[in-house]
Every structure is written in structure tokens, then in C-alpha cells.
């Protein structure tokens, strides 16, 4: 039979010890063991199997969520006897029987996937409490206020995640017992008001379910466990795994677990706390706590917790103590499990305990999330500690992560009307329009307005707005509230906890310091420090040494992929060079042709009757055309240089007002109806499809020789004045070898004239973009002519998928969510199709010339996912968007070890 | 050393013998030796090596050619020794000497490449005269007139070719003769007339050539040799080459050889014979000829020729004697040479031969250039006369050529407006307007418009406007003038030597019976009977039994392909399965949408803002697509029938007009406004790939259902009433597994419901298009929920090279021009390229699937090129439009005997 309930600790642990590698919190790359017990019941296994003080209990399977799903969401019944088995383990170690109502064992019941999603599925604490265990727990405890606060806790969360009923009845109802009683804290409540509060809950439930609230342990634990496995596919849920692509068929554990208790007095507290700091990366504990509090009071942010340790509290300059002074021997046991953690999982950890009356208990261990600034800075860290390699420190690094160092930060120079300040709760700084709800941030992103998202606090349901926003601000919850593990994870900047504003979300408003911000008024927020300013703060380029050139240069000495940049100006190629560019990839000529400047006589050109006419529109481009390469060459000076001639349809330079007529009109002499009538003629059905690439060289080669000519004359220029740059001519769009043939005569006459001209000579190569199906396949023939490969893969997707980057936003939105694309094909390279063709354009073009160069130059060429692909193929480099560089660097070396 | 002269004649053949298969007078399907030493030359090595009276000479082979344009256009001094020898042989075997001026040898220096180029190329006759031999010749023929006559055209003829002066100022002075004299015809000319026109001749020679004319007979043999090589490069040979995929560098052969002459007096003659009739194909010897007279005035046209048979006479009623009456000894000798000729080559010979003095020499032979009727007799009267095989006789008939036998002629019963009559030169009826220059033509073919050229004779110049023209017809002329033959190769019907008719091509008008038809008027003309009508006449179908049911009977006997065809409407469907049809392979649906009783339901459907308002529409269309298919099954009952869901881009079907959008708005009860936003949001940059195929009815899946339901209804409604029809329900544009199982469980949902609601089943099939690369690199995947293929190789073709077919107009004609593509990959499948994506597709299709069914619906579908190839890949059938059904049928025989 198969086996779906796991045990664990009392010195048990069925899961079996393993999993000792630390593995990073990223889907896919998780063990067998995770996969079976879930994160969370596969750590508290190995954390029993090492001897930490794990409260007991078991897990059921993730198989058996599919089987839920299967019985049409219901647990099938054959399961009742191994999770008795479970509840007898329980009872064995802990000595409390489940419904005694003389000294009742009380469980948790938790969801655990194999990977966290934190907040998304539910949660039942304190299960095994009815009207007779109330009274044996009292007694049991010898605190009666304990058992009845219990009791009322669990009715309201049972309630809520297993009945489904409305919780703000209940949260109404304690609201008015304080009132009622003139009380303003919870605690004030007496055992006496809360067995009130009891009576009046279980009312509630039953005028709402209709039923009485079940009385039978067993009965509350199988609807425990049935609703945790239903919230797998609540809706919240669902957009999670959409934005972190995890697939529903993993399903979700049921961990079922002793409870615990932090609020059985001054000697108990509850915290959560990672090994290091998740947002800087510092080698110290990080944390909070409370005194005499069930954990969710730390995480709901419903209470302002305390710091963990003494020199957080200072650092801070917060009054309330830190655990290292309130609870000094539990704190140094604390430490020592800490050390034990780090060490067994070569990770920085993130941990649940709760401390029942000077015992601590480890609830949860995990890889703690963190910002990309402390993922660089633990690495770099743990390796120059000797804990993991180089190159593990390189692979802990997530290279899509790193765009949050990339991106410019507050100038620090610049004045700054700080308005308010709460907790740096995830790095970063954002300007935007402040919007107050969830819908109003996604609509405005939609429109292409930055916005910050402004709320008392978050919840789960305000996913899709947090996603939306640029930065998020809360007024309450402390770092490791909702909102800033979210905003983390997401790489959002974020200030929680700024508790001197106020907000009405109803009125669409912020008050602070006697200010008003209005939906729509432009705030920015800094994470990295918690200001929050009014108006738009200017920003500065990030600093890419310390830890980030560390790792950068660990990496770049285990890759094997050159990177190179697209870029098509002088300043662009600067940018990229200092991200450490070799070389420009795909530098494409017609952005030059957009100039202000130049377009009429770009205009000229395209709208010339004939080839006289074309050919004094180009005289005037060539001197333009040349300055623009010279001063792309300097930047690149030593480098090769990969430019395109001219691509695109025609039709894209026309004019589209009277004044421009007039003003081609003007500078060819042609009449301006001829011009319109010329500019009609040039419409098409599908340009892409249409007459571009090396089509336009096929049918005007004037075009064309004047870019070449450009070319040399400007590489002659530079090569004069320092390091030669290394030309490499590349022809758009091409499908046949005849194409290319026709093509490379052309730039290769031009070549010989001016060499000819200045007497002196640069290398130079000329090759082109594999960006047709047909291109592909007869790669062989066509790298008799080329010298060079560059996989145009946006244009290359579009073909062999057949969809228009232009028009695919009308179904590839629907094409992802039903799972025909995992991802957005123009994003991560479909690698199976699109791929196929690139493995048998690389083969075939080697198998004709071995020598052969090969890059990629799509969009591709920066996702990390697609940069994994060129590894494997061989390419020789990859060539991203200059802000992609490192991130392409530091993905090269991953696929590198990998491979 | 390598030999380039080979002798025939006189007991010797250098060439050897060979070559007794016949062979197609199709390019690449030419033996070795015809390669080597053209059609001429190895018919001439072949006729002496079997005995036939061949004047003798030698030929210098097709590599001097290439030798010739490698010396910048002059022949290797090295080649002299051994034309010397060849002279030599002629001079041994006739016993005259060339240059002796008391009995000199003249010999025709006549081009030949591998493949007949009528007209092409120049020839230059009589060489070997000068000032002194003309004498010689006169004493050694007893006719001074006759040697004065062949002075004078040898000198115009080498002015013309060889030294390519202008041969109007010739043709003056001869008219200027004639009328000095009171004469008309030039036999009226004496011998001292002639001696005069001589002396006017050389004069004019050095006038215009700064040269005497040369009088050093070796001279005019080297000349002239050179000038037959350099007429390999003539634009009109380019062309023609061009038209007819001859390529450039197989080069000509020049055969050098005795005079023999046709105008030494009445026992003299010269004609050109077919061995059947190339016109109708009658087994019936079929020529003309001309007592006392050169070869060029039968095929010039400027004399009336006589007919050969006494029969062929009689029936067209003419006066002048037959060669059976005048000649009949020799008419008996000639007879008997046909028979040889045509067992020998085991097909129907084009001939050329000359009588001088009752001795009867062959000039040529050839296979003979014949209509598709003639070819269709013939090829089935020698399988039936055991002459060849009936494998053989399929291959005799070029499928292409079947299209002018398909399509509808004249209505017998219509009124006709007969104006005039000439010869049935090319069978076939067509109307157009009549335009009186090539250019015109051409001009106006392109702009779309049918037109009829009308030239007093064509010449090769006229090439591309008799390509663009649907008819020919010319007041002068014969049977065999350049206009027929040119017609018939390219399957043009063509009326010639509608002598009534004065034409001036001036003033672009056209005089008979008194009545004018200027450039524009519309004219019809029937190629088979020579009738020409003023006005369009009605026309009706083709006849199809006979030789073409007796040969489409013996294709379908050893074609393996299925042959279907593509009809959208019961009439396309009816008359694709009287042409022999086995189905439907492709029916668009679409095309039913724009019927104008359902546009604005269609509209209605498009433009709904939800799926509530598309299915009031769609319920308004379900019906209307029930009798839409049932009527198409009706017609196709117990056959299959592949119904592709919609597939356009949803904006075709948007209205224009304002009156439309009322329409829409009245039918939906949405604002005109609302409408046309929503119009505006359907606009695509690129329609063609962009929110089409599938993708409809993945967005929209409630339009693929009522589409399924639609076909499900059909069938059971016509199954009821007789044969079920099987439907192949095929969803188009599918690029990945996914989209494929979406859409089959919309279609099988829809079987399923109908299935129940009527309680019967019909069988049917979903399978898709492969029409993306991605498809068919996925095939494997897709296969397992396909269960056809149907290649769509004009979408195919569009994505694998990257160009839109609408777009294409502006660069193809250059591609094709400077050799990228071999023919337009729209019309003939681009094998290496398009190919190798369907040949993946089918092995990872079957390997998937070993049953799946496999065929293609592109305009491929219907050419032979391309249909040898789906044979090749091992497609189960080929989709041709209805008319296209019978070449595809014989295409797809002819590929089978070929593998």
C-alpha cells in the first residue's frame, strides 16, 4: 500500500534524514523530499532527524492532494487509519491525548508545497479543542484565560478556513466585548469574557453553517485537513503560482503537528528569524519577537514586535528589549540551532520556533528568501567563509534578480521632502503616482503610469496590484510582514510599518504631518533606507563593485559564452561596456535613420522615383552614417562590432503629415502628390513579411553600399586614431545563399573601394541573421557564404510560431494561462520549436564551416533560461540590452558549471 | 586533346549512333549526346548514322560555347586546325571545295542547343560565296540567276547576323529594285537585276561596316561561327531561356553544313513536315512546302506554302498542287523517310527537308512540338499502335499542357460575330481587348486586364507580350510561322494568317470587311477553328472522354496519390469530381461567411462585446453553415471531406461603409460608435500573423462549436438520405499539441452532443493544417492528437521564407530574375526549404501515428513539380483546384512510374 503519512520527531523521522545540500528557493530545483513532504514537512523531518527540538507530529503526502482533487475534493476514507497512526505518534511523544478531556493533545494544521508560498493557502491552529477539552486544557495549564483565548482563537480560524463563514462577524463581536467592557487590548480580556465570547462565536457559527460547531476532534481535524488541500486551489493561490510559474500538478502537504504555545505567559514568546540579514545580506541574526504571542501575531503585523537582538534594538533605538536581554538562556540556545542550521544546510535559513514557558520548540526552517543585494552578498560571503565553492556561490545567485542592482538608486545628493519614514523593507528606490487599492494599480500600470501602491497593510488578495505597482508603502507590519516578503520576492522596493500616516482608502488619501496625498499625487519611496518622500527624487547609476564584482568576477571566469550588447548609440555602448560588454552584438542602423535630422533624407531616399534619385539622397546620408559608426567604434575600440544594415519595411521612414510632404517635397523637388502617391505604393499587407532585410539590398544595393561604405570609411577613421575596431557586417533577413552571395558583393566591392581610396585596410567580417525557418535549415549552404551566424530570435519566433510580436497581445495573454506556452515565447525561447532550429542552423552552418562565429541577438539573448540554451548549443556568444549585460554574465557562467 | 568537331555525312558519323529512345522535348530530359552537341547536331550524327540522305557537315560541340564568352567573345585560334579538318570531310564527300571559284562549296552555319529555341538564334546560309565562287557557282549550276539570288541573300543574311547592321536599308534597296522594274515578286528579278542588287549590297556593307564586304571564304566561316555563339546571349534568347527554365550556361552547338538548295528551278523545293498533325494529332503526315524556294521562306511566312498531301489539300479547298502531286516520286522517298524516322525515335518528328534537283535531303529532325491534344492523341494512338508503352505514354504528356484541354471553349450554340478567319494555328477560345504592340500587352496583362495581341507577324521580340496575352492573331503567317509554334509551346490559343485582316500597329487599329476594331475593343478568337469574332462569345466545358478519358484511365491505373480537390461552394465540388476528384481536401469555410445574406450576422458575431452577444449571432449562422455542408456532402457522398474552421483574421470580415455599421448596429442593437471602436481594435500590423486560425477559436471556442455542430447536423441530415459523407474536421494555424487537444474536445464535445440529440453517429476525423514551422518540427507532439495532416503550403511557404504572398509583388519578379528563388515558391513548392519542413513533419508525423492520413492543400497541390515530390515524401493525396484535377492525376502517375 502506498504509504501518504509521514512521522516525525520524539526521535522519529519516517521522512529519513537527506536533503542536507542546501538547494535554492527557486521551483524545479527542489529534492525528491520536498516534492513528497513539502517544504515544510520535509524540513521539520530533517530538522527531527538531526536532533533539533521539533514539536511531533506527521505529514500526508502530496500525492494525496491530487487524489483530493480526484474524489472531487473530498479525502478519501481509506486515509482515516494513517492518519490515526499519525494522531497516536503524537500522543506517544507528548503524552496528551487527542480529545481527553482531562489533558487534551492540541495540533496545528499547516499547507506546505514544495516550494513556499508564503500566505497563499490556509492554516488551523489549536485544533482539538470543544467544550470538554476546553476545561481539561485549562486545567491542564492552570490558566484558564490560555484555554478560553484558545478556544475562541481556533473557532474564529476554523470558522473562517474550514466553514468558509464571514470572519468580520467574529472580529465585530470581539471588538464590542472590549468596548463593552471599556478595554482596548485583547489581553485585558478576562477567562470569564472570553467564555462569553465562546458562547457568542459558536452562535455565529451556527446561525451562518447551521449547523453547530463540531464538538468531535476527529470530525475538526478531517475538515482541517480536507480545507488545507482545497486552498491549493483558492484564486490567490492560483495567481501565485501564475506569477512564479509553479506547476499545479505539484499539489500541496498537509503537515498536522503538536501545538505549541508562545502565549502561556512572560516565559513563552513566539518569533520568526533568519540566520542572516535577508534585505543587506549582514552576517547577523535578523529577526522579531513576542512576549506571551502565537506566532501569527509576529507575521500579521498586529502588534509591533520586538528585535531578536540587543544590537538590532539599538541600532533602531526601539525601547522594548530585544530577546538576548529578555530570555538570555533560551536566545543562547537559539544561536547555537542557528549555527547548527546554517551549517547543515549550507544556506541562510529562515525560522519559525516558539518558546512554551522557557522551552523552544523549532516550528519551521527553510532557504530564506531574499533581496538580490543579500542573495550576492551571502554567497560571496559563505564562499570567502569556506561554507560552499565559487561555484555554488555563483549558482545561488539568481541572475534575473540582479536587475534590482542594476537599476539607479536615489541620488544622494539631490533634496529629498521626506514626509515620512517606516521600515527599508525590501531595497530599491521608486517614484510613482500613489494609488490606494489593489484594482486602481493594476489599472494605471495597464496604462503605462508608474504608480505606488499605498496601504494600511497588505493581504494576499492584493497580489496583482503589488505586481503592477513600482514600490510598495505600507502603514503597518514590520519586515517580515505581507508586504515585505511579497515585495522582496517580487523585487519591488518596499517601506512598511511608516506608522505616522494615516490612510483612507475610501477617500483616496494619505495623511501625514498635517500633508495630504491625493490618488494620483507623485510619491517616492527608498527601501533601502524606509524614507518616504513627496514629489519625484532623481536617481543615480548603481555601484557595480564590492560583492557584485566579486561575483561577477568569479563568473566570468567559469563561462565560456562571450556577452556582448545591443546597442545603437554611443551612449548606449558606454553603458554596456561598463556592465563588462565585449563587444556590441546587433548594432541596427535604421534608429539612425530616425533622427530628427536625417529623416528627409531618409525620406528622399525611400520615396526617389528612380536610382538617380536615390542615389543623391544617400550622398547626403553617407557623411551622417559615417559619424555614427565612428563614434559607436570609439566606444568599442579593440571590439568586434556586429551592424546590421538596414531592415526594416520602407513604409515605417514615410511621412505621415502635410509638413513632412512638404518638406521631402522640398528637398527632392519631386511634386507632393507624386510623393504621396509613392508613399501609398509602399503599404503593406504584412511588413514584416514584406519588402525588407536584405530584400531592400536585393532590389536598391545602393542602399546598402552606402552603409558599407560608412562602415570601412568610419573604421579607417578610428583605426587611425587608436585600437582598430572589428567590423562585422551583417545582412538582415536572409533565406537563401544567393541572398547572402549577392549581398557580401556588395559590401565587399565597397570594402576593396575604400581601401582603395585611403590606401590602408581594416579585418572585417561579413555574415548574417539566421532569422527565417528557411535560413535554419539551409544554414549549410548559406555559410558558404557567411562568416557569421547572429540568431535574430525575435523575428525567428515570430516565423516558425507564425505570430506577430505586434498583434499577439489579443490571445498570447489567454496562450499562456491555458498552458500552450509555459511562458511568453518573446521573453524565454520557446526551445523546443524555435530551438530545434537554431541546434540544426548551428550544426549545419559548423558542419560547412567550422570556424564559423555564432551568437544570438533577440530579445533571448538577456533570459537567463535562453542563455542555458546557448550554452548547450555551443553559441559562441550571447548579445543582450546593455542593463541585461551582467545579468547575461552571470547566467553564462551558471550554464556553464551546469553543463 | 579535347575534341570539339565532330563529323557527319558521307558514311561518317563522329557522334556515333544512339539516342533511339525517343525523348520529351522538355528541358533536363535530353540525353548526353544532345548535350554535347545540340538537338540539331545529334538528330544530324543520328539521321546519317542510320542512312538517311543528310547533306554532309560536322558540328563544333556545346563547350566551345562556354569557351567562347571565357575569350571575352571570341573564338580560341586553337579551334582552327579543327574546323579545317572538318571542311575537309564536307569537301571529300560532296567533291566541291570551299572557296573554289569554278565550283565552289557552300555550307549553313545553324545553331543547336540541347533543347529546340525556335527562332532564337541566329543562322547564317549560302556561306562561302564571293565575287569570284558566285561565278563558279552560276557555270557549276547551269543558273546564274539562282547563284546571283544566293550572292544576294547571303550578304543580307551575314550584314544581319555577323556584322549586325540594320537589314532595313537591305530590304529597301530590294523593294526600290523591284519597283525601278515594275515588279512585285522577287522571282520576277533577273539574274543581272540581281548581279546590280549585289553590287548596291556591298556597297551598302561598306558604307555602314567601314569595310568591303570579306571576300575570303575562311573569314565569313569564322565570322560567322563567333556570331552563332554570341546569339546564345541575345536578349531574346535570354528571355526565351527565362520563360522556359533553360538555364544559361548548357550553351549552344554551331553545325557547319553543305548547302544543299530548294530554288535551283521546279524540280527544286525546301518544306518542314510533322510526322502526325502537331495540332490535332491526327495520324496524318502534316506540312507545307515551296517549289523553288530556301527553307526560310516556309517558316518567314512571307510566301503562301503548299500543302504536302493531296488530302490536306483537299480539304482545306486550296488550289496550289500538293508536294504528293507535283513531287510524287519524291513525296514517296519522304514518306518512307517518316516511317524510319518516327520507329527510330518511337515519337512524332518535326522535320526539315529540301529537294534539289529530285534529290530529297534531310536537313533536321526533331521531336516534334505538338498541342496538348495532339500530345494527349498521340502519346494513346502509339501505346495502342504498340509503338510504345502505356507507361511511356503517360510520361509523353506534359500535365501542365492538359490545362488548355480543361478549360471551356466556345459555346457551339452562342451567336458569333465572325469577322474574319485564319489558320487554326494553337487550339483553345479566347477574349480579350485587342492591343496592337508587345508592350501594350504586357502592359495591360499586369494591370489584369485579358487581352488579344494582334500583330501582322510576331517576331521574337514579341515574346513576353505574347506570355501575357490570352490569344494570339496574326494577318500573315503559316501553320508553322513563328507565331503558331511560340503559341503552342506556351498553350495560347492563336489564330495565324487571317489574311482578310489590315493591321496597323501605328494607329492601333485593325481594318476588315470594312469595319475597324481599335486598341481595347474586345475580340474573341477560337484556335481551333481560326474563326475570329468582334465581342466576347460565350463558352462551355471541355469535353473529357475520348483520349483523355482513355489516358486519365491509365493514370489512375499506376498513380498511388489520392487526388482531391479544394471547393468552398457545391458547384466547385460538382465539377471537381466530374474531372475525377476523390474528395475534398480543403473547404473554407470562410468564404461562406461573406455571402451577403450573412455578413452582417458574421459582423454581429465580431463585434460583440462578450460571449452572449457573439452566440445570438452564432445562432443566427448555425443554420445557414447546416445547408452550407449539407449541400457539399450531397455532391461528395461516401466521399471525404476536410473542412477547415475559420481561419482569417476576424478584421476581413469588418464593414466599410457607413451603411454597413448601421446595419450591424440594427442587427445588434449596438451603437455605431461602440462598433467602430471595436472595428478599430480589431486592425492588425500583421493580419497574417496575428489573431487568426486557432487562435480564434481558442479565444473564441464558441465559434468553432457552432461551426462542428453546423458539420455533425449536415452529415446525419444527408447520411439519412443516402451515402454519409466523412467529415475531416481540420483546425487550422496549429503551432503546438496543446492548441490541437483544446480545440479537438470543442469538436468532439459538438459531436457528442448532436450524437445524443439525434441518436445516430456518423464517423469522422479532426486533424489540422501543418502550415507553421513550428508545426511540423512538433509534428510528433501533435500527431498524437491529429489524426490527419494537411499541409497548407501556402501559409507554410509564407513563414519558412518570411514572405507575404500579398507583399511579394515588389521584390519576386527580381528574385526569380537574379536567381534566388528557381520559379515563384508560391507556384512550385520550394523543395529545399518548404520541403524539408514537410518531409520532417510526415516521419515525425508517422512515427507518432503510423496511420495518420497525409496530404497537402497548397496551390502545390495542383503542380506537377510539386506533386512529384509529395510522392517522394509518401503523401497519402494531393488537393488541387477543380480544374486542376487532371493534371494533378497525371502528375501524380507520372511521378509514380518515376519512383
Redesign the interface.
Known sequence: MTQYVYRFGGGVSDGGKGDSRATQARPGDVSERKALLGGKGANLAEMASIGLPVPPGFTIATPMCALYYEAGEQLPEDVRAEIAGGIAHIEAVTGHRFGDASDPLLVSVRSGARVSMPGMMDTVLNLGLNDATVAGLATASGDARFAWDSYRRFIQMYADVVLELDHGAFEEALEVAKEDRGFTLDTELSAADLQALVAEYKALVEAEWGKPFPQDVHEQLWGAVGAVFGSWQSERAKTYRRLNDIPADWGTAVSVQAMVFGNMGDTSATGVAFTRDPSTGANAYYGEFLINAQGEDVVAGIRTPQYLTRAAREMAGARATSMEEAMPAVYGELASVFATLEHHYRDMQDIEFTVERTKLWMLQTRSGKRTAKAALKIAVDMAEEGLISREEAIARVDPQALDQLLHPTLDPSAARDVIAKGLPASPGAASGAAVFDAATAEKWAADGKPVILVRTETSPEDIGGMHAARGILTARGGMTSHAAVVARGMGRPCVSGAGSIAISAKDKVMRVAGREVREGDTLTIDGSTGEVMAGEVPTVSPELSGDFGVLMGWADAVRRLKVRCNADTPNDARVAREFGAEGIGLCRTEHMFFDAARITAVRQMILAEDLAGRQVALAKLLPEQRSDFAAIFEVMAGLPVTIRLLDPPLHEFLPHEEADFAEVARASGLEIDALKRRAAELH????????R?C?LG??YPEIYEMQARAIFEAALDVAERGDAPVPEVMIP?V??R??LE?MKAVVDRAARAVFAERGRTVDYLVGTMI????AA??AGDIAEQAEFFSFGTN?LT???????R???G??LG??VE????ARDPFVSL?I???G??VTIAAERGRAKRPAIKLGICGEHGGDPASIAFCEQVGLDYVSASPYRVPIARLAAAQAALKT
Chains 1, 2 share one sequence.
Open positions: 503593406e499587407f504584412n511588413p514584416m513579411l514584406g519588402h532585410g530584400r536585393v532590389t533577413l533565406a537563401t544567393r541572398e549577392l532569422e527565417l525557418p528557411r535549415l539551409r523575428d515570430q516565423t516558425t510560431l507564425g505570430v506577430s505586434d498583434d499577439a489579443r490571445f489567454q496562450y491555458q498552458g500552450i506556452y520557446d523546443e520549436g524555435v530545434e532550429l
